[in-house]
């Protein structure tokens, strides 16, 4: 069965380094995602991304998070100078056309 | 946004049937009601959805209420793999395209 894969499953970084989360979505899928949950709290949206562009953000994906679809199979996350609040699990997620979101393993990144 | 009220955990033994319900009063009349459920150490998972009528799956059956305002997942034969955090999460609605997911219910299953 198809699935969401993401690289590494898990991230240490220095405070202030850029890092880069990296996806493989489901490959005939459409929508894009990613979302993030801090330890012991809820799954939090960050952004959607269709046809090549955002379709959607929430307010913790600032200036400092940007995605990018740079080939046809990977999908991938920047955060461009981590702070010690970015630690959590990053989840990645695509979708076809229905309404099912399929979910990624996730990349827990530390920020030390 | 949508605001969906679901029991902090729920217990089940094996082997016996799961309700778990999910309060959503001010859903808008074009928001499905999604479920998705959260194994320990993995990503959420999707398990089903529906609008106004009850649906089944492989995975459980959602009962709508016939107001919308609230939903039940019906897990036929829960087993220990069925431990997970259920979330009821319909979406924000206005066309937005991600989850709102809340802290969901614990599902503990008891052999």
């Known amino acids: 069965e198809p699935e969401v894969t993401q690289t590494p499953s898990h991230q240490v970084t220095q405070m202030g380094q850029e890092v880069i989360l990296r996806c493989v979505p489901i490959?005939?899928?459409?929508?894009f995602y990613w979302y993030r949950q801090i330890l012991g709290q809820k799954v939090e949206f960050l952004v959607s991304?269709?046809?090549?562009?955002?379709?959607?953000k929430s307010e913790i994906f600032d200036d400092q998070f940007s995605v990018e679809r740079p080939d046809g199979s990977n999908f991938t996350l920047k955060i461009r100078s981590t702070k010690l609040e970015d630690s959590a699990m990053y989840f990645c997620?695509?979708?076809?056309?229905?309404?099912?979101?399929?979910f990624g393993p996730g990349t827990r990144l530390t920020v030390t | 946004d949508a605001k969906t009220t679901q029991p902090n955990s729920m217990e089940s033994n094996e082997e016996e049937p799961v309700h778990l319900p999910c309060n959503h009063s001010?859903?808008?009349?074009?928001?499905?009601i999604h479920w998705y459920r959260q194994l320990p150490s993995q990503g959420p998972e999707y398990v089903i959805h529906?609008?106004?009528s009850n649906v089944n799956n492989r995975m459980a059956s959602l009962a709508i209420a016939e107001d919308r305002k609230s939903s039940t997942l019906i897990l036929h034969r829960a087993t220990l793999r069925d431990a997970a955090v259920y979330y009821c999460?319909?979406?924000?609605?206005?066309?937005?395209?991600?989850?709102?997911f809340g802290k969901g219910t614990h599902l503990i299953i008891q052999p």
């Open positions: 529906g609008l106004t």
């Open positions: 999460n319909p979406p924000s609605g206005g066309g937005a395209d991600g989850l709102t």
């Open positions: 001010t859903i808008s009349g074009t928001d499905y």
């Open positions: 997620a695509s979708r076809l056309d229905g309404y099912e979101q399929y």
């Open positions: 490959s005939n899928h459409l929508y």
């Open positions: 991304f269709y046809n090549n562009e955002i379709s959607e």
